[in-house]
């Protein structure tokens, strides 16, 4: 899914797996190759099962790409747990202001895990003001078995200004 649309909402679908949100179809790189790609502002990326993609499972990129909210996603994983890697990041954020990446309480947070590089990058003076916060980094949706992804948890490049916060990353 490629976002252009300020205030669109990416909300409770399969990304990259068949209807049995088990077989990897993936988005290959003929396509973009990511499972969700935002370039615009105050989108909502919510609920959504990605994994199996030629990139990352979600890119935020760019200045015009400010206050987007990423939360309750499940992110290189099956339904049962399986990874179905993204074979880049779970989550990228590239220069995009005041993304947020779970949220302060844990009802709504993300499992980002069996990606193919890191769970969570942000990159750029550009992500300032950006948070990730009560998600399952490199574990199952429990909370309990690891899943790694193969680099880091999260990855804070170039950034200022950004929280990470209440996290479980394995």
Do not use: K, M
């Not at 979600?58 to 399986?82: E, F, P, Q």
């Not at 950006?130 to 199952?140: H, K, T, Y």
Request: glycine share 16%; proline share 2%; aromatic share 4%.
């Amino acid at each position: 899914i490629r976002d252009g649309s300020p205030y669109a909402r990416v909300w409770n679908n399969v990304i990259g797996l068949a209807s049995n949100a088990f077989t990897g179809l993936g988005n290959g790189v003929r396509s973009n190759g990511h499972g969700v790609v935002t370039y615009a502002a105050h989108g909502l990326i919510v609920s959504n099962l990605i994994a199996g993609n030629a990139r990352d499972g979600i890119l935020v990129s760019g200045a015009t790409a400010v206050s987007n909210v990423i939360l309750g996603n499940r992110i290189g994983l099956t339904v049962s747990n399986t990874p179905r890697p993204n074979l880049l990041a779970g989550i990228e954020v590239v220069d995009a202001p005041y993304t947020q990446i779970g949220q302060a309480d844990d009802t709504n947070r993300n499992v980002i895990a069996g990606n193919g590089s890191d769970g969570v990058q942000l990159r750029g003076l550009g992500a300032q003001g950006s948070a990730v916060e009560n998600n399952f980094i490199g574990c199952d949706a429990n909370g309990q078995v690891a899943r790694t992804n193969a680099g880091s948890g999260v990855v804070l490049n170039g950034v200022t200004n950004v929280l990470v916060a209440n996290n479980v990353i394995g």
